[in-house]
Nanobody, 118 residues
């Protein structure tokens, strides 16, 4: 079991930026594919960005060109840099280890709330 702790969320104005962090426990982080998901009120949790162990990245169309996922294996941490934020990006953001292309492997952390509002 891997423990996941997300941080970095907050309230930001439209057009602003935030950087989310996700710290993972365990010694196998470097071999895991990692993903960032988000869940808006009343909606399903969706994968928005992923990064493989080889640092290949993939993005949902809704965030492509605005969000960047990265990882620091020495710190067991995956990041999500979010730029040009829109009100539609408001959600709780979660990370997880990926099994296959989009299936989360472990229990969810507490997530971090991102609110984009003027």
């Amino acid at each position: 079991q891997v423990q996941l702790v997300e941080s970095g969320g907050g309230l930001v104005q439209p057009g602003g930026s935030l950087r989310l962090s996700c710290a993972a426990s365990g010694s196998l982080f470097s071999i895991y594919a990692m993903g960032w998901y988000r869940q808006a009120p009343g909606k399903e949790r969706d994968l928005v960005a992923s990064i493989t162990s080889g640092r290949t990245t993939n993005y949902a169309d809704s965030v492509k060109g605005r969000f960047t996922i990265s990882r620091d294996n020495a710190k067991n941490t995956v990041y999500l840099q979010m730029n040009s934020l829109k009100p539609g990006d408001t959600a709780v953001y979660y990370c997880n280890v990926l099994s296959g292309s989009s299936t989360p492997l472990f229990a969810w952390g507490q997530g971090t709330q991102v609110t984009v509002s003027s």
